[in-house]
């Protein structure tokens, strides 16, 4: 564990660096917020798209190859991406840049897989939830270093962070032991790694169904999110990228003390299917205090009361985790990646779509928090849909019971 744990770290402060410089970078190739909203969503496409057919792949070739290996492409992906994208000419390069990353990066599937190897059943909701607490101590450096160096010139986050992923690359290379014993390996098979297969097994896995749903509207929610908070709080506040670098250094904080410490005690008081529900309810009530905001100061009122939220997607992975056997991990969760990537594709077009609506209102005007107004709908769907399937559950274990 310590040894993934670092890697995911690092990994995440080189991926939060340059979350709140991406956007500001591509208004210096724009002509107006809308333009804007739009060509930031485009690249954000392009990147989801890639990943979306690379991920499974990527998944089902650690499961042949181990997970070593593969996150040593991530590591090289992204330091293509971050290398590239400081010197892009023109958006039309940088669109190019952020497509090659995607198809080469699906280190976060693999690094879950990898806990999946080394951990029992039991243990796999907790550790799951260290994982998250680094992602989550990661976009607390990441954000805040990359608001202040951005402070000083655009490019500079991407400089910084393309120099993680090399000492990363560097530290997987000589450091980063391999999880995955050769006697659980399996040979790899196209049938396997194309993304719609992927999502059907993922589908027909006993216990996770309908949960499939529920997976892909919270990372559809998450990723709208992602793809719009920079540019929302800039429309709605005025921020630039100090206080987006520290906004979003408040959500990882968050992150960390929650996944990190508050885990294993809120697994004790409820079931993961329990906590999962709680958690996709928190995310929707904050979604809709988020659009619904009208000073900079209630987006960290709001952050501190969605407690519970930081916890439902650790809860879901662990239930779908189990749900798989040994030999497939790597394939099972390289294809809640896959099945991320396919949100990460239409979220951005989602929210430059609804960005692009409220772009001429005057900030402060509530009805530019309209991709909020849109997150807390299809988060409320989701516990909705979890809701019902953990019931039905039940219910069938009652029965038979009787």
């Known amino acids: 564990m310590p040894f993934i744990l670092i890697a995911v770290l690092i990994d995440m402060v080189s991926i939060g660096l340059i979350v709140p410089v991406l956007p500001p970078l591509v208004g210096l190739y724009t002509g ?20 979306f057919f690379g991920a499974p792949v990527l ?38 840049v952020r497509l090659v990353s995607g198809a080469m990066q699906a280190n976060a599937a693999v690094a879950q897989a990898y806990v999946a190897d080394i951990s029992s059943p039991e243990e796999k909701a907790k550790r799951f939830g260290l994982l998250g607490a680094m992602f ?21 986050p991407f400089w910084v962070a393309g120099g993680l992923a090399v000492a990363n690359s560097l530290y997987g290379l000589f450091v980063l032991p391999e999880s995955l014993p050769a006697e659980r390996r399996q040979p790899f098979a196209w049938s396997r790694a194309n993304p719609v297969a992927a999502l059907r097994r993922l589908g027909a896995l006993e216990g996770v169904g309908p949960l499939v749903a529920t997976l892909g509207l919270a990372s559809l929610v998450q990723f709208t999110m ?44 409820w079931a993961a299917p329990r906590l999962a529900v709680l958690g996709l309810v928190s995310s929707a009530c904050a979604y809709a205090l988020w659009g619904a905001a009208t000073e900079g100061w209630m987006m960290y009122a709001v952050i501190g009361f969605n407690v519970l939220g930081f916890t439902a997607t650790t809860a879901l992975q662990s239930i779908v985790s189990n749900a798989a056997d040994a ?16 949100m990460a594709v239409i979220a951005p077009m989602i929210g430059a779509s609804l960005l692009g609506l409220v772009s001429h209102l005057p900030p402060g005007d509530w009805r530019i928090g309209l991709p909020f107004f849109f997150c807390a709908l299809a988060q409320a769907l989701g516990a909705f849909l979890a809701w019902r399937h953990f019931r039905a559950q039940r219910q069938a274990v009652a029965s038979a019971a009787a």
Do not use: C
């Open 136 to 156: 989550g101590l990661g976009f607390i450096l990441g954000p805040v270093m990359g608001g202040l160096l951005g402070d000083i010139d655009l490019h500079l």
């Open 32 to 51: 107006s917020q809308a333009d804007q909203a739009f060509w930031f969503g485009a690249i954000s496409l392009a990147f989801g798209l890639a990943n």
């Open 226 to 269: 992602h793809s719009t908070w920079v540019l929302y709080t800039q429309f709605k506040f005025g921020w630039g990228p100090r206080e987006n670098g520290w906004s979003l250094f408040a959500v990882g904080l968050m992150a960390t003390l929650v996944q990190g410490g508050l885990m294993r005690p809120l697994l004790k008081r």
């Open 327 to 342: 030999r497939s991990q790597g394939q099972t969760l390289g294809a809640v990646a896959s099945l991320q990537s396919l």
């Open 59 to 96: 998944g089902a070739l650690s499961d042949r190859h181990g997970r070593r290996p593969v996150m040593l492409l991530g590591f090289a992906g992204l330091a293509i991406s971050f290398f590239g994208s400081a010197l892009a000419p023109s958006l039309a390069v940088l669109l190019v």
